[in-house]
């Protein structure tokens, strides 16, 4: 599934070729993603011009002079950047094609991403309005993610997986971020030490800006806006990698399940 830093590395590769051009048009194939594509969504963006390509959380916000456009790309799905003219191919499912003679086309085996449309602010939409902080803002801040655990039981690795805790933090970088602040994920939220929860965030933000550096994760079949793989992969410390051994002490990695994900540790460096 494609994370964070995945989203942030398509909205990267795509902002350059979409901000200042007029939308020609979009073409859809298939309406019925995980929330039907607005009917009439094409004449009510046809002609519109793109000023902004901005993210909240896993939604990328294409805006426009006629409204801003809402993109999730789900389980499976991937932007990429092509020539419009070249024939789509199956799962292709909608294409934004620009006056440059360039389209943005959404491919989703899966169909569980969705196009959506608002014409007022979008932090006001309803997918978007309960949100919690994103990570890499400066109100993320271990003294917020402290004061918020006080008393919980859950486990610190579904705390701050939780998306009203903070957005976009996925499986992967709860597991590693944990990894890198030497907390057992196991541990309840609320016996994480105030010092902890500094070295938590930082954490947090190192490895999601690293892979976004690294374009993101290679995940199966997952590719970036220019159809290129990400590499951060090969930078995981714990993330399946059960039996291999800590690339920092050399102990076998473990890997246990909590709700329905696996979650991977080194039983040493975090305790
Ligand atoms: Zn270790």
Not at 152 to 177: C, H, L, Q
């Amino acid at each position: 599934m494609p994370e964070l830093p995945e989203v942030e590395t398509t909205r990267r590769g795509i902002e350059p070729w979409l901000v200042g051009r007029r939308i020609e048009a979009l073409t859809v194939r298939e309406w019925r993603l995980r929330w039907r594509v607005p009917r009439g969504l094409p004449a009510r963006i046809g002609g519109a011009r793109v000023e902004s390509v901005g993210r909240r959380a896993k939604y990328l916000l294409i805006g426009t002079d006629a409204g801003t456009l809402i993109w999730h790309l789900g389980m499976s799905g991937s932007l990429r950047v092509l020539d419009a003219a070249s024939p789509p191919l199956a799962h292709d499912h909608v294409d934004l094609v620009l006056d440059s003679g360039k389209c943005l086309r959404f491919n989703d085996p899966r169909r569980f991403g969705c196009l959506l449309f608002t014409a007022e602010e979008p932090a006001r939409h309803r997918l978007l309005r309960g949100l919690a902080v994103e990570p890499l803002s400066d109100a993320f801040t271990g003294d917020a993610l402290w004061r918020r655990a006080r008393g919980r039981r859950a486990s610190i690795k579904a705390f701050i997986m939780d998306s009203r805790t903070v957005a976009g933090v996925g499986n992967i970088y709860a597991s590693e971020a944990l990894f890198r602040a030497g907390i057992r994920p196991g541990l309840a939220a609320g016996r994480v030490s105030r010092a902890r929860m500094d070295a938590l965030v930082k954490s947090i933000r190192e490895v999601l800006t690293e892979a976004i550096g690294a374009g993101g994760t290679t995940l199966r079949d997952y590719v970036d806006a220019s159809g290129m793989p990400g590499y951060f992969r090969q930078r995981l410390f714990v993330y399946e990698r059960t039996g291999k051994p800590c690339r920092r002490c050399r102990t076998p990695v473990r890997q246990f399940t909590q709700g329905a994900r696996s979650t991977y540790w080194c039983p040493r460096c975090q305790r």
